[in-house]
């Protein structure tokens, strides 16, 4: 009897002691983690939820009752307002114009920096530079550069004969111009993640490589590049969501105003919500232009993948 | 995983930045704050934004020196007024705490604010309605809303005149003497003519710095002196066939097809530099621009700037009130306040000390003799205060920024070529209605 009592209060100790271990391998972790979930739930999810909501009512910030209108907002920003639309497709202009050089310029720099070089560090710092200056006053000094009467870019041109050009004028000229500001402050940034990605590459491949007589550029495309195939799809989430939800930059380049030139050029979807929230006091249009882009990001992000995974396949 | 979840993260942010207003309104309750500090005395908070002068001038100190039992609190000094300033008060004003017990309001904001009568405590309970005398007409009409209440008291006005480089002018064969400026443009086919001589010349700048200054003073000028209606009535219809509209922005095609308007949006980093380069020649100017274009323009173009009254009637630009929300503890105390700030003698001492020019009778007297060294001793004062004497009243609208933002930016389209005098119109309209749409419901 007794040693019947013992066994089954050893094994409940056991039991206990065991769970204990068990909660300590697999419980504590989610604690641990979850002070991020706790905050995200209250500032991310909470307000995603109560966008949901909002984006089906007419709702002015400036009165005091909401009616439940269902899509209706959805509907006039798709179909009537004809600056939204026009901002997907200058967000995404812009976006085009300023990622694919940017990336290639990034990695083209990374790779030079991976080499010998004297005064290394300095290179590498200086490469980091734009992103650590104010992005404020980068658009002040780039709407100068770019600037019709006193611009820098307009100046160059007139050497040659051209007349002064209205960079804010077309939609081509001021993606260009505001793509420059997206590069210079960005390509520095995905050159450091790439170099630091470069470092972690087998230095015997590249030997190997040497050794069966493969030139810098072979070694390049043919080792490099394919290694870099998870940092490469880690920059290109990273410039996609960032190049969707583009603000400053455009917001600076029009001093300061939400319009993006005369006619929405360069008026970018995160700038249309936050003017309908600013400007109309459109609490609820403001909403669903947020849940748009929302579902455009999630849209090419996954376009994004799928594409960059194909062409890294390959390789 | 990790990558998808760091993406939705980064995405939700858009969703986050429409979704804050709300989360203020739902979290902003009142902490139990019955407006008193810990020594027994009432505490009275003051928004403000941008220079309202307060600040500068020490009026905090002066006023708590002769009220012993009053705590001022000046917040907000310099924050911009539409960026920061508006949508915070709305969303506080929405939530019931945190507008303060005397809010600074500009002219453009004023409709849209005071279209809620219940936000606003009546300064007439407090028999404050007696300062009707101290202020030209318009200027104490807009203090109230819709309703009849007396919300607010009037700072300063905008009153204009127009800031011209001399330099140019001479340089034009235009007459470069202030008065003889006066004369020549002193109705709008005046201003007209010398704009065409301008342009004739050949000189190398544009005549005037963009449309849309120009344009408002127009606007404000034919409304005031005609039926009053701009660009949309009180129910929200458009009203683009108000003569004030037509003719203000007909004008402005006009100007535009003779070559006479430059690409310089107010406050782009081209405007500014050209205003030190001598980009173009006028420019209309509140009491306030002066301040603006010295900075601007500095030490070296000194003396070429100068500063004569405006075509046509008289204009205003800007110009602002302080207001008394409801929601205040002690909207007695605060209305008292509100008062003495914009009482004649402060409005001077905001005046001398940052520039906006007084909007009470008294207080425009005694700065008549004021002139401005930078822009060759221009009798600023007597131009100001003679612009401001006849100014008419005018009622802004609740959708009367949104739609002036629209209109204004098809006028810049005009001048930087997207649209033509052809279809400026038609521009106008559909900007218009998207505007009445989106801001009115």
């Known amino acids: 009897m007794t040693t019947a009592v013992d066994t089954a209060r050893t094994h409940r100790r056991r039991t206990f002691r065991n769970r204990l271990h068990q909660f300590d391998l697999k419980g504590v972790p989610y604690l641990f983690v979850a002070p991020f979930f706790l905050l995200f739930a209250v500032f991310g999810l909470f307000p995603m939820g109560y966008t949901v909501y909002a984006s089906l009512h007419e709702w002015s910030t400036r009165k005091p009752d909401q009616t439940f209108v269902g899509l209706d907002n959805y509907k006039f920003l798709l179909f009537e307002y004809e600056r939204f639309p026009w901002s997907i497709v200058n967000t995404l202009g812009m976006f085009v114009l300023a990622t694919i050089p940017q990336l290639i310029v990034a990695l083209l720099v990374a790779n030079a920096l991976n080499k010998r070089l004297r005064a290394q560090l300095t290179w590498r710092m200086l490469v980091l530079a734009p992103i650590v200056t104010s992005v404020v006053a980068v658009g002040v000094v780039f709407a100068r550069i770019w600037g019709q009467e006193y611009g820098m870019i307009n100046g160059f041109l007139g050497l040659f004969g051209v007349d002064n050009i209205n960079w804010q004028a077309e939609r081509w000229s001021s993606w260009t111009a505001i793509a420059s500001m997206v590069d210079w402050r960005w390509m520095g940034y995905n050159a450091l993640i790439f170099l630091a990605a470069m470092q972690t590459i087998p230095k015997q491949l590249y030997e190997a490589a040497a050794i069966d007589g493969a030139n810098s550029r072979q070694q390049f495309w043919n080792i490099t590049v394919p290694q870099l195939k998870p940092v490469i799809i880690f920059t290109t989430f990273i410039s996609t969501v960032g190049g969707m939800m583009l603000f400053v930059e ?26 309908l929230l600013r400007t109309y006091g459109n609490y609820g249009m403001s909403a669903a232009a947020g849940w748009l882009l929302f579902i455009v990001i999630v849209l090419l992000a996954g376009l994004n993948f799928l594409v960059v995974n194909r062409i890294q396949g390959n390789k | 995983m990790h990558l998808l979840n760091k993406h939705r993260g980064k995405a939700a942010l858009a969703a986050i930045a429409a979704g804050t207003l ?22 009275l908070t003051v928004q403000m934004f941008g220079k309202l002068g307060y600040v500068e ?57 005071l ?126 066939d108000s003569e004030a509209v037509q ?181 106008i309209q559909s900007d218009s209605e998207d505007a009445v749409a989106l801001g009115g419901m």
């Not at chain 1, 455009?250 to 003017?275: A, C, H, K, R, W």
């Not at chain 2, 705590?71 to 929405?94: H, K, R, S, T």
């Open chain 2, 57 to 113: 001038a020490g009026l905090e100190e002066k006023y708590e020196a002769d009220h012993p039992n009053i705590d001022v609190v000046l917040e907000g000094d310099g924050i911009n007024f539409n960026d920061d300033f508006l949508p915070a008060m709305e969303a506080a004003l929405q939530a019931g705490s945190g507008a303060g017990d005397v809010m600074g309001m500009d002219e453009q904001g004023m409709a849209q604010m």
């Open chain 1, 250 to 275: 455009p917001m600076m380049f029009s001093s300061g105003s939400f319009d993006g030139g005369s006619n929405g050029q360069f008026q970018t979807t995160s700038m249309v919500l936050i003017d």
């Open chain 2, 22 to 43: 709300a989360l203020s309104a739902c979290g902003g309750d009142d902490s139990g704050d019955d407006g008193t500090t810990e020594d027994g005395k009432i505490q």
């Open chain 2, 115 to 240: 279209a809620n009568e219940d936000y606003w405590a009546d300064l007439a309970e407090y028999g404050y309605d007696s300062r009707a005398e101290e202020y030209p007409a318009w200027k104490w009409d807009l203090g109230h809303t819709p309703g009849g209440k007396l919300a607010g008291f009037g700072t300063d006005v905008g009153g204009m005149g127009m800031c011209y480089r001399s330099d140019l002018f001479a340089e034009a064969g235009l007459p470069t003497n202030r008065d003889e400026l006066a004369t020549a443009w002193a109705d709008w086919d005046g201003f007209k003519t010398v704009a065409q001589t301008f342009v004739d010349s050949g000189v190398d700048a544009d005549f005037l710095d963009s449309p849309t200054q120009l344009q408002n003073m127009l606007l404000g000028q034919v409304a005031g002196q005609g039926d009053g209606q701009m660009y949309v009535d009180a129910e929200g219809n458009l009203t683009l």
């Open chain 2, 247 to 427: 003719t203000s922005v007909n004008t402005i095609v006009e100007l535009n097809e003779m070559g006479a308007i430059g690409n310089f949006v107010s406050w782009s980093e081209e405007w500014i530099a050209a205003q030190a380069e001598g980009g173009f020649a006028v420019m209309p100017c509140p009491a306030w621009m002066l301040g603006v274009v010295e900075g601007n323009a500095g030490p070296d173009n000194a003396g070429n700037w100068d500063f004569a009254a405006a075509p046509g009637v008289s204009g205003n630009w800007g110009g602002s009130w302080l207001l008394v929300p409801a929601q205040s503890a002690h909207p007695e105390e605060a209305a008292e306040l509100a008062a003495w700030l914009t009482a004649p003698e402060q409005q001077v001492a905001v005046f001398e000390a940052v520039g906006p020019f007084p909007s009470t009778f008294e207080g425009a007297e005694m700065v008549a003799d004021y002139t401005n060294p930078y822009f060759n001793d221009a009798p600023v004062g007597e131009i100001i205060a003679a612009s401001v004497a006849d100014f008419p009243s005018l009622e802004y609208t609740e959708l009367h920024p949104a739609v002036k933002g629209a209109v204004e930016g098809a006028l810049n389209g005009l001048v930087d070529g997207t649209y033509t005098s052809d279809n400026i119109w038609d521009a």
